[in-house]
């Protein structure tokens, strides 16, 4: 079980780990500007600068197919010249004419996307793949499987495709199948009968067949796939944007509303680009080309989120509805991720760690990373200071203790020695996999050891701090490494007494001192 869930046990009803947002793209097997030019000259057969006239009827084709498709379906058809507000505007439609199943509605907007532009050349023009603007169809359906969702075309070459649907509509629909019972709110659950087997149903999300599934969607909005001069062409479907989200349903709102604010603080001090880096599954090297960035805002309604940014991939906490804690990890670039994959080198075939591709088979892949992701942000959360100590804990490490046959000192835990030694053991890169003599040496040195004498002496009184901190129950050593834990008596303590000396009565400690 995670710490945190451990640490707060008594105030969690359930924890669900399920997609949210995913928004898949497909692509016509069209390169680059090379094979379009060579396509049209000897796939085609006809003059460059004849393409874009003969693009204009089935750019057509494609805005007539999409009314007849809402007069068909009895829905509205709407033309914006100007970007509006599609998804106000669906669930506007929805509560005048409700819907089980079907087309809700078709939008025209003009957008700029990736089309084709005559360029001038040496000897005779050539194609190139420019953003110009031009008609984009967004088809909204609500999906017997998938709920609301919609698939967006371009009306021009090459007819790029982008399909959005929620992980949670579709376990609604796959609990109701089951005839599990819950309450859903918005995109997130506030009680299921059964949290056991929806865990299970939302882990299948990522392992559909999702070529097939996206297929059929493409098909119904786009009548130019059976037509002859593309060649029985198929879209090739990648991940776009994948959400992936951790719910921690708590008892009651009062029960988040005493934590929240404390773990928000916590993440926005003591996280560092570093811890960030760990828990999306990155090391901080020298080579690092890229931001990593937190954002805290406060005014946001209901509550607050809190969001950390490496390049362009996020990792967000904030409350839903003031009774559920959500975190969740945004992948946009997937290559900033390793996995295990099959491949050849030196001639054999092997298991080797390689940059996350795209492409929809690699699905399960951005599951178990994105939710590795969120449970290491949690297992760092554990670490966050409340103040729970009992009196019985600071009264016990106020005498010596023992620490096998020797005596160890008596704990003072407002001092600056024991504040600096606290503050270095409860880093958040501790929270993940420990902490060795090394790392407690690099926090409580800031200088680097001048030579091979100096280290080992610095060793030797950071292994006494260490019995030290053992002696008291607040740290154990980790089994088979010479890494050691925080205790649930040295979270508790530790953070009690840093949050009373740095926050609670700061000034009034240094002026008794």
């Not at 021009?156 to 929620?166: E, G, H, K, R, S």
């Not at 819950?182 to 070529?211: C, G, H, P, Y």
């Not at 670490?383 to 005498?399: G, I, N, R, Y």
């Not at 600096?420 to 902490?435: I, K, S």
Request: proline share 4%; aromatic share 10%; glycine share 4%.
């Amino acid at each position: 079980m995670n710490r945190f869930v451990e640490r707060f046990t008594s105030s969690i009803v359930s924890v669900l780990g399920c997609h949210d947002r995913v928004i898949f793209r497909g692509y016509l097997p069209f390169g680059g500007d090379e094979h379009l030019n060579r396509f049209v000259d000897y796939g085609l057969k006809i003059k460059r600068k004849e393409f874009l006239p003969f693009l204009e009827p089935q750019s057509q084709d494609l805005v007539d197919h999409a009314q007849a498709l809402a007069k068909k379906a009895g829905v509205p058809y709407h033309h914006f010249e100007a970007k509006p507000d599609k998804e106000k505007l669906i669930h506007k439609l929805l509560r005048e004419k409700p819907h089980d199943d079907g087309l809700v509605a078709v939008l025209c907007c003009k957008e700029h996307c990736r089309t084709v532009k005559l360029l001038h050349g040496k000897q005779r023009p050539r194609l190139a793949f420019r953003a110009r603007p031009q008609r984009v169809l967004y088809f909204y359906f609500l999906d017997a499987d998938f709920g609301l969702m919609y698939v967006r075309m371009q009306t021009m070459f090459p007819f790029t495709a982008q399909i959005y649907v929620n992980g949670h509509e579709w376990l609604a629909r796959q609990m109701t199948k089951e005839r599990i019972g819950f309450v859903q709110t918005d995109n997130s659950f506030v009680d299921i009968d059964d949290f056991d087997r929806a865990q299970e149903l939302a882990d299948q999300f990522s392992k559909l067949d999702w070529v097939k599934i996206l297929d059929r969607f493409v098909q119904r909005v786009n009548p130019l796939l059976k037509q002859d001069w593309l060649g029985q062409r198929s879209y090739r479907w990648v991940i776009d944007q994948a959400e992936f989200s951790t719910d921690l349903l708590f008892l009651s709102k009062a029960a988040l509303a005493k934590v929240y604010p404390q773990l928000l603080e916590h993440a926005l001090v003591n996280f560092s680009a570093e811890d960030i880096l760990k828990f999306l599954g990155r090391r901080l090297h020298p080579r690092f080309d890229g931001e990593v960035l937190t954002d805290l805002k406060k005014g946001r309604h209901p509550g607050a989120r809190i969001k950390h940014r490496m390049k362009n991939n996020w990792l967000k906490m904030y409350d839903k509805f003031g009774q559920i804690l959500r975190i969740e990890t945004v992948i946009n670039q997937p290559r900033e991720f390793k996995v295990r994959r099959m491949r050849e080198r030196n001639g054999k075939r092997q298991m080797l760690w390689c940059p996350m591709n795209k492409g929809v088979a690699n699905f399960y892949h951005y599951h178990a990373v994105a939710r590795q992701s969120n449970e290491r942000y949690l297992d760092a959360l554990a670490t966050a200071v409340l103040p729970c100590a009992t009196a019985k804990q600071l009264a016990s490490v106020h005498k010596p203790a023992r620490f096998g046959s020797r005596r160890r000192r008596a704990l003072h835990v407002l001092s600056d020695a024991d504040q600096r030694l606290f503050l270095a053991v409860l880093r958040g890169d501790h929270c993940v996999n420990g902490f060795r003599n090394a790392d407690l040496a690099k926090a409580l040195f800031p200088t680097p050891a001048r030579n091979d004498a100096d280290r080992r002496r610095r060793s030797t009184q950071v292994s006494r701090k260490l019995q030290l901190l053992r002696a008291h129950g607040l740290i154990a050593p980790l089994r088979n490494s010479y890494r050691y834990r925080i205790t649930r008596k040295g979270t508790s303590l530790m953070n009690a007494a840093v949050i009373v000396c740095r926050k609670t009565f700061p000034a009034e400690l240094k002026a008794v001192a």
